[in-house]
């Protein structure tokens, strides 16, 4: 088996970029889901209520955050400008982030629809993973997420309108080996890195939102059959328990099963 995507997501339910390349730590590939939209008090804003979300493409480095709207304005927000200390919800977490200015809030509300703030994680993240007790993003409770394109070819069977991997928002994709074998890896290697599966990865609504549209399927589709076929799980959650590098071609090695 072999590597065949890498995925960031810089703002959380906003559009990712391929990669290469990627560094791995703990806390999960470098510059994903650092940025987060909130309500006025701080609450998580995702696509699973505002699904145009993800027709917003995101950009990152070290020196900040550039968005582009689904009308094609854009804005660069500074990490030097995300310095005020507030805190931010993400399901049951509750932690401190950094928010921005009143005029890049101003700018990002007029163009969702809806009152919004932007926060920054940080150099380092308050929140930590459960289990490990390692710090995670704004990712909903995992550092990484692996999908296989085996088990998208057989989801596909079960569909009149097939549906492409980045509905699933993966880390990491795989290809090789049987559809949904995945599922019961215990640890994996990809090229110097071990990662071990900790949780499988229910769906939601979010998979139901055409990239291109931004439109929800009006029978719930892709979520509607994978809750029939396969009690709505899609790939799997890991952690990494090393450090490292990870390039494209990358053999995957599975070291153990469950």
Not at 146 to 156: I, P, Q, W
């Amino acid at each position: 088996m072999r590597l065949t995507g890498i995925r960031r997501y810089p703002v959380k339910s906003m559009g990712g970029n391929a990669l290469n390349e990627s560094g791995i730590t703990p806390q999960g590939l470098p510059l994903d889901r650092e940025w987060l939209i909130t309500t006025s008090d701080g609450i998580m804003l995702t696509a699973r209520k505002h699904p145009k979300m993800l027709l917003w493409q995101a950009e990152a480095d070290s020196n900040g955050l550039t968005l582009t709207a689904p009308d094609g304005s854009r804005r660069f927000i500074s990490v030097y400008d995300m310095n005020q200390a507030s805190e931010v919800t993400v399901w049951k977490d509750r932690f401190t982030a950094f928010g921005t200015t009143h005029a890049a809030n101003a700018w990002l509300s007029g163009k969702i629809g809806t009152e919004a703030r932007l926060h920054w994680l940080g150099s380092d993240s308050r929140r930590l993973l459960a289990h490990s007790q390692t710090p995670l993003s704004f990712a909903d409770g995992a550092p990484y997420l692996l999908t296989h394109t085996a088990s998208l070819v057989e989801l596909n069977t079960y569909l009149d309108e097939p549906v492409e991997m980045a509905r699933f928002r993966p880390n990491l994709t795989v290809a090789g080996g049987k559809a949904f074998e995945e599922e019961q890896w215990h640890r994996i290697r990809i090229g110097e890195v071990e990662f071990e599966h900790f949780k499988p990865c229910t769906r939601c609504v979010m998979t139901t939102v055409d990239l291109a549209t931004g439109r929800r399927h009006p029978q719930q589709e892709p979520l509607s059959t994978l809750a029939v076929a396969r009690h709505a799980v899609f790939g799997i959650n890991l952690s990494a328990l090393n450090t490292g590098h990870i390039h494209l071609d990358d053999e995957v090695e599975i070291l153990s099963w469950l």
